[in-house]
Every structure is written in C-alpha cells, then in structure tokens.
C-alpha cells in the first residue's frame, strides 16, 4: 500500500509544481523581459522484485526557462544598433532642418546681400542704396551667428543626452552587479545549482536596457555572474564590481566632451547604442557642419575685405574692413595647452584662402621642428624651427613667439568659431567703399563702381575649397552633406528597426506566454492533479479493506 500512495503523493506533488508554473507563466504574461518556465520531470529510480522492477512514481528535476543564448546575443546587438542609428538619425534632421530651410538657412541672405551689392554698383552715388547695403551686410552677419548658436545649443543638447546617457549605463551597470551577487548566492544552494530563472531574467532585462544606451558583449561564468564589456574589451561589470562612465570636457575645448572609463578615452572605441549615436552624430555631422559654415562666414569676411580696402568711400577715403572675425578683426582664435611656455597667433591669409579647409589644426613643436596637423584627416606639414618665425600655413599664417619651447602645443581653429564670431563693421552707408579712385581725402566722388562691381561679383567667384566653389556654392555642399547623411541614417534606421522587430519576434516565440498554450496546460495538469487524487483515494480504500480484514 505505501508503494502506490507514495506514488500517488509524488504525482500530487509534481503536478501541484506544474500548476505552480503555469500560474506563474499566465500572471506574467505581460511582465517585460519575463521568459516562458516549464517544470521538467523525471521517473523516480524503480524498485527491483523478484518479479521485475517496480516504478517508484515521479519527481521534479528542474524549472527551467525558454532561453536560447544566441537569440538572446541577437536581440542585443540588433538593439544597440537600432539605438545607435535612431539616435543618429533624429539628430541629424535637426542640423538638416537647420541648414536647409529658407527661414533658417543662409541661402536667401546670400541671395540677398549681393543684390544689395549690386544696387550699389548700379548706383553708387545713392545713399538708399547703400543703406539697404550695410543693412543687409548686418543681417547677414547675424544670420550667420544665429546659425552657430544653433549649432551650439544642439551640441549642449547632444552634451546634456550624453550625460543622461552615462548616467544611465552607471545605474544599470550597478543594478546588474547586483544582480549578479543574488543569483550567485541562489545558485549556491543545495548541490545540483539550480538556476533562479526570475532572476535571471531580471538580470537579461538589465543587460537588454543597457544594450540600448551602449554596445556590450557578456561573457557567463561558471558561478552564474555575468561580465559585461564594452568597446574594445573594457570591463564595465566583472562579477560583483561594477566600473564607472564619466564624460570629461576636452582641455583645449571644455564644450566637447570626452567618454572616460578608468582615466582612459574610450569614445573612439565604442560603438553601438545610443551614446555612439550622439557621439558619431557629433564627430560626422555637427562639427563639419559648423566648421564648414565657418569657412562660408571666413571666404565671406576675408574676400569682401580685400575688395572692400582696396576701394575708396563716398568721401575720398580708403575702405575699411567690411567685417570682422574677431580681435583684431582677422584673428584666428588659438587654444594653447595649459603646460605651454610660448605662445603663437594666427591670422587669415587671402593670398591662400583656396587652401583654406573646414578643418581645425594642431601646431606642435618638438624642440627643432614645427608640426602642423590637419585635424580632419591627420595631414601633418613640418617646418623648421627654431621661433620666433612665421608659418604659412593653408589660409592662414601663423606666428610664434621666441618662448615656444619643445612640447608646446597649440590648437588653431580658423573655421569653426568664425559664423560666430562674424560682425559687420560699416553702419555709415557713406563708407562703403564704391570707387576705385579718389580726388583726395573730403572730396565726394561721383559715378566711380569699379569696386562695387568686384564686390558683387564675388558671389560668383569661385576662390573656396581649392577655388572651386563659391560662397554659395560652400554653403550648398555643406547642405547635400547634411541632406544625404541624413537620408542614409533614416534609411539604416528603418532596416536596424526591421532587424530589431525580427529578433523580438524571434524571442517572442521561444520565450514568449501563450495563453492559450497554458490554458492547454492548466486543464492537462488539473486532471494529472485529480487523477493522482484519486489514486490516493483507491490507496487510502484499499488501505481501510486490509485493516478490516485483519480485525476481523
């Protein structure tokens, strides 16, 4: 009799563990991140007769999860890729909305400067049309500067997500180390290690919602932890010792912020999700759309200028500059290092202008040598020292003082500060330099354009980026840059979200509550449950027949 209620009670037990199961399969069927649980079962060890062996009944082995590791690696990297293109993608149709619009754009104000110009050269003598001139020439300035503190408030915008960003990759790298503490010590219970299915799969949502802020890779140990690691194999959490994000403003530039991990940059290392996102976006959109616009604002200034002082006024006097870049008006804003001993200046060269790039550049000294680096590509021209000397570099000219020492480092920027920087310095319409001769200092002149024509006719002349291109023409490649970029990300970012849709998909169905499946279930299991009862039943009977027997 205890053979067949021992049986019985070990059915009771293990089907009592799958109703357990699908109970909690039905109420977390929308719990995010919560993977499908069944109750694996096995036969008791039989017991040998003389007549054969008899089965002892039925015990659970294990609850375990519907889990695939490489759909699992999947939905992760498919999700740090999709992050990384979305947040890509938004941000570039912010510049391309920027830079492409006739409210916001440069293109109408260009237009209309040089139709100012041209009133000017059709009547020179007119004061109105001088006057639409300077005006123009002002609002112009302004639109460039508008256009660059747009550009600034969408990198603090981009620095402010970056933060937020880390921020977030700290916090769920802590919640994951911890995580990891839990389920070692729960995998450390008995002998056989069983797994905490709840907990992990609270510790794959931590690992999936990270996988959205950065590209990871983990690596499972054998005690249960998981090692998460980014970039180039930088730890990010080893067991139960979670490591730190920080974002550094750069020393030469504290508006561009740098990705550290233990003291080193690792921003050029990351890939994936959606810091690489803000951060790509910065390196190949916005800077080159700010640096490229600077070189539209400096063709501008340095061309209207060489005209413009080489003209003379509605009084007799020799022009002036039209505008300027900075103090003094054609200075070249230079960052040096904060260990430098010497010091060296830039200024604009427009005898160079065409080798003028959208780039900024990095002067080294190394104690017998200059070095000049193109920081766009990495482009390094040497000249001999030793300073004081002045350098002619491409657009601008460069002079060092004689303290510059070995070391001594300097970062140039001739381009990326100057629609800032950009000002109209005529407001007198009767300044504006018009002719090509004079009588004399307080004589009027009357009829002369020949400046007025050169003038206007610098909005065809192609003098930017090795004299192909015109003021217009700059900005406009600016514009298809942004404008096809911006397409390419859009298009990469559907494809990544129709990946990402298929791994959910793919994950669904494996791990995925079916309700009607544990509807199946619960009817299955609840007549196993009631059968087994029954068993009970007919041994507890056969139980009270022999006792009555034996009274009797």
Not at 45 to 74: E, K
Not at 314 to 333: D, K, R, S, Y
Not at 389 to 399: R, W
Not at 508 to 531: P, R, T
Request: glycine share 10%; aromatic share 6%; no cysteine.
């Amino acid at each position: 009799m205890s053979g067949i209620l021992g049986t019985a009670m070990s059915g009771l037990i293990a089907f009592q563990r799958s109703l357990d199961t699908t109970s909690h399969n039905i109420a977390n069927v929308n719990t995010e991140g919560y993977s499908r649980q069944r109750v694996d079962l096995s036969a008791v060890t039989p017991q040998f007769t003389g007549g054969g062996y008899i089965g002892q009944g039925v015990s659970v082995a294990s609850v375990t999860r519907s889990y695939d590791q490489f759909i699992t690696n999947q939905l992760t990297s498919s999700t740090s890729a999709f992050a990384e293109t979305n947040t890509y993608s938004t941000l570039a149709a912010r510049v391309d909305n920027i830079v492409s619009s006739e409210a916001t754009g440069l293109s109408t104000g260009l237009k209309s400067f040089f139709s100012a110009a041209n009133g000017v050269a059709n009547d020179p003598t007119s004061l109105a049309a001088r006057q639409v001139m300077t005006a123009e020439a002002g609002s112009l300035s302004q639109q460039f500067n508008r256009l660059s503190a747009q550009f600034d408030s969408l990198r603090n915008e981009t620095n402010g997500r970056m933060q937020s960003t880390i921020d977030d990759i700290n916090s769920l790298a802590a919640s994951i180390a911890d995580m990891n503490v839990k389920i070692v010590t729960e995998m450390g219970h008995g002998t056989n290690a069983l797994p905490p299915n709840d907990l992990l799969d609270q510790r794959d949502a931590l690992v999936a919602k990270l996988a959205e802020k950065i590209s990871i890779s983990t690596i499972h140990q054998q005690d249960g932890s998981l090692d998460v690691v980014i970039g180039k194999g930088q730890a990010l959490v080893l067991g139960a010792s979670p490591n730190k994000l920080s974002l550094v403003g750069a020393a030469n530039d504290p508006s561009h912020k740098e990705v550290m991990l233990g003291g080193q940059n690792i921003g050029k290392d990351i890939t994936g999700g959606e810091l690489a996102g803000a951060v790509k976006f910065r390196d190949q959109i916005l800077d080159p759309a700010q640096q490229q616009l600077g070189l539209v604002a400096a063709g501008l200034a340095i061309q209207f200028n060489a005209v413009h002082t080489a003209g003379y006024d509605l009084n007799g006097v020799a022009g002036t500059n039209m505008f300027g870049l900075g103090t003094p008006a054609l200075a070249i804003p230079v960052i040096g290092d904060p260990g430098n001993i010497g010091s060296v200046t830039a200024t604009y060269d427009p005898a160079t202008l065409g080798q003028l790039t959208p780039s900024d550049y990095q002067l080294g000294y190394d104690g017998a040598t200059f070095s000049l680096t193109r920081l766009s590509d990495n482009t390094v021209t040497t000249y001999a020292g030793p300073p004081p000397l002045t350098i002619a570099g491409p657009g601008f000219s460069i002079t060092t003082n004689a303290g510059v020492a070995a070391n001594d480092s300097f970062l140039i920027r001739p381009t990326y500060r100057a629609a800032q920087n950009l000002t109209s310095l005529i407001s007198d319409p009767s300044k504006i330099a018009a002719a090509g001769t004079t009588g004399g200092p307080g004589l009027p002149i009357t009829g002369d354009n020949t400046v007025a024509l050169k003038l206007a006719g610098l909005e065809t002349q192609t003098a930017l980026m090795g004299g192909k291109a015109s003021l217009a023409g700059a900005y406009g490649q600016l514009v298809a840059q942004v404008g096809t970029l911006t397409h390419t990300a859009k298009i990469s970012s559907a494809a990544q979200e129709t990946l990402l849709n298929h791994a959910k998909q793919s994950r669904e169905n494996l791990a995925g509550v079916n309700l009607d499946e544990e509807a199946a279930n619960l009817v299955k299991f609840q007549q196993s449950y009631q059968a087994a009862a029954q068993v009970v039943s007919v041994a507890n009977s056969l139980f009270d027949t022999l006792i009555g027997a034996i009274r009797s």
